[in-house]
């Protein structure tokens, strides 16, 4: 008879949490290790092998220029330290993070709110504002970067010349191409943001912002003492992922000025592109990845310890 | 009046930042029917008034003067092939691991989750001159089988991430009742769970699909020429001589529409896909 088994289900609460909590109850005789070996299996070929491999190459002389390989200890790890390009590197990547994750988020929320507001048309600002995401990096970099942004064949410094504003050296001037980077990524994963953030938005309950009306509060007051509070946990993951991404920034910067003027626009994974392929140095080029591996772990245990405080806040 | 002012005035940042969207592919889209002549000349903005529109670029796509069926076709395979095992395997996995009490030595499901996860989150520098040499020792280099080999596993923590929180949200009555009406495991999730999973699995299919046709910087390296890939063959109209912007344009543009129209037509399913885990 199935009628004690059907009743109990009817009672349990269909929520996730009790799903969680009772994990593990329901599929008797199934090896649970069906499911998730071949996963785990494949991960772990594909991540922890090259992950121990490099690590092992940091400590050789290896290149691909030069025969033989030797045990050079820490030599490559001490070299992290006097190194100029490498330095340069580590603030252009600190910068790009941090210019773009914030103008990203900034658009991408105002942008939601703005849609949430009208009544007309908003599918189809939607299905635009999503657009920037479906294109290949490779092919926003030379479209925005290289031909929007040439400086004698682009439209907008031809713009500003019809405008009798002057000429941008917005790729061959070294305190000007960091921001040019910045545009194209902004211009590409604002829709990123925009599209976690209005889904945010959407999921919001409803009561908190009929009471704030009754009780006259304005449009600011609710932004700042509800809206933004309410949103933190998706902000919180939607900064998360975009500065993390951000920390790998190579695809844009190598079409637009392949690290250049000089090492203006230099980012660490370029340079780790550019020793290992160029100048064939494998050992010092994992050596420098390792390097922001780091960097990115200890970020990534910062930032979570930080914004736990804030997300228990609001929970 | 000032109301109606005040309502309608939300459309101003939004219409700008539409133009900002557009205009480049605007750009895009004219470049592609110009002539180099044209781009040499000057700045021009509107067909028929600024310049004289020309297939000429388009001609040389269709004539085969810049080979595009095999990229296509290798981006096709490895995108279609990766997102599909990386959802199978993805699928199980997340599955099992909302439904199961996993132990790895001191690790719980939770841990297991967040490691997988945090593969995605590993730079690739670290990763990708290791790949290199793996794939030269197995003969994956420029291959299509070692591109969609490569994606499948930087898709893989993705999908079980998405797809464990899907199923945690999965009500399972329905897998109880099946196994306690004597159904065996394999037909349960054969018949009840698959089924009600098709959602969350198309949803993040799309999303891998995208991320894999559009990705660069893996196919540069290790596909640079029988693979070659649609962003290696547009990356690939830069030359030594200059860019080729006519047809770099009509190639983007190619490379687009697949993507695109997949973003437009199925945007509810992206969003679902891409904001699973962010909300809760």
Do not use: C
């Not at chain 1, 500003?160 to 910045?182: C, D, E, H, K, Q």
């Not at chain 2, 930042?17 to 000349?41: E, G, Q």
């Not at chain 2, 700045?43 to 810049?66: E, K, M, R, T």
């Not at chain 2, 996993?102 to 690790?107: A, F, H, L, N, V």
């Amino acid at each position: 008879m199935t009628f004690v088994p059907r009743r109990q289900s009817d009672v349990a609460p269909r929520s996730a949490v009790s799903n969680g909590q009772r994990a593990g109850t329901a599929i008797k005789g199934a090896p649970a290790g069906f499911f998730l070996n071949p996963a785990a299996i494949l991960v772990l070929m594909l991540s922890l092998f090259p992950f121990l491999f490099s690590l092992g190459m940091t400590f050789t002389n290896w290149n691909l220029l030069y025969p033989g390989v030797d045990f050079r200890a820490l030599e490559n790890w001490r070299r992290l330290f006097d190194d100029e390009t490498l330095g340069r590197a580590v603030r252009n990547t600190v910068f790009f993070t941090t210019a773009a994750t914030i103008l990203e988020y900034v658009l991408g929320l105002m942008l939601a709110i703005l849609v949430l507001q009208i009544k007309r048309g908003q599918r189809f600002f939607r299905l635009i504002f999503l657009l920037p995401m479906m294109i290949s990096p490779a092919a926003v970099g030379y479209v925005i970067g290289r031909m929007l942004f040439s400086e004698t064949q682009g439209p907008i410094n031809n713009i500003l010349f019809r405008l009798g504003l002057p000429y941008v050296p917005w790729t061959s001037n070294p305190g000007v191409a960091p921001w040019t980077i910045v545009v194209a990524d902004v211009w590409q994963w604002t829709s990123f943001m925009f599209v976690l953030l209005l889904a945010g938005l959407q999921s919001l309950p409803g009561e908190p912002f009929e009471a704030a009306r009754v009780d006259g509060a304005s449009n600011w007051q609710i932004f700042t003492q509800i809206t933004f509070p309410l949103l933190v946990p998706v902000t919180v993951t939607a900064v998360l992922i975009r500065s993390l991404e951000l920390f790998k920034l190579i695809d844009l910067v190598r079409v637009i000025t392949a690290g250049g003027p000089g090492t203006a626009t230099q980012t660490v994974t370029l340079y780790v592109y550019d020793l290992a392929l160029t100048r064939g140095d494998m050992g010092y080029g994992a050596t420098v990845a390792y390097a922001l591996l780091i960097i990115v772990i200890l970020y990534a245990t910062f930032y979570l310890w930080l914004t736990r405080r804030a997300v228990e806040k609001v929970a | 009046m000032s109301k109606l002012l005040r309502r309608n005035l939300a459309y101003v940042p939004l219409i700008i930042w539409a133009i900002v969207i557009l205009f480049p592919l605007y750009w895009m889209v004219i470049t592609s029917f110009k002539l180099p002549i044209d781009i040499n000349r000057g700045v021009s903005y509107i067909p028929w008034v600024d310049f004289v529109p020309s297939l000429h670029a388009w001609q040389d796509l269709l004539q085969g003067a810049v080979p595009i069926a095999d990229p296509l076709r290798n981006s096709f395979l490895a995108a279609t092939i990766s997102s599909i095992a990386a959802v199978g395997l993805g699928g199980m996995a997340g599955y099992g691991l909302s439904r199961f009490q996993y132990r790895w030595g001191p690790w719980r499901n939770k841990d297991i989750a967040f490691w997988f996860i945090s593969q995605r989150m590993l730079p690739p520098a670290a990763a990708i001159l290791a790949f290199m040499i793996m794939f030269k020792y197995l003969h994956l280099l420029d291959s299509v089988a070692g591109l969609a080999i490569a994606y499948t596993g930087f898709n893989l923590p993705f999908a079980i991430w998405i797809m464990r929180d899907f199923f945690l949200a999965l009500p399972r009555e329905l897998e109880e009742s099946s196994l306690v009406e004597g159904a065996s495991w394999l037909t349960t999730f054969w018949r009840i769970v698959l089924p009600l999973s098709v959602p969350g699995l198309a949803a993040t299919g799309i999303l891998l699909f995208i991320f894999s046709w559009n990705e660069y910087l893996f196919a540069s390296l290790l596909a640079f020429e029988k693979a070659k890939t649609m962003p290696v063959t547009i990356a690939g109209m830069a030359t030594a001589i200059g860019i080729r912007w006519w047809l770099m344009s009509a190639l983007a543009i190619v490379s687009m529409v697949p993507t695109v129209l997949l973003g437009l037509l199925l945007e509810r399913y992206i969003v679902r896909g891409l904001t699973a885990g962010a909300i809760k």
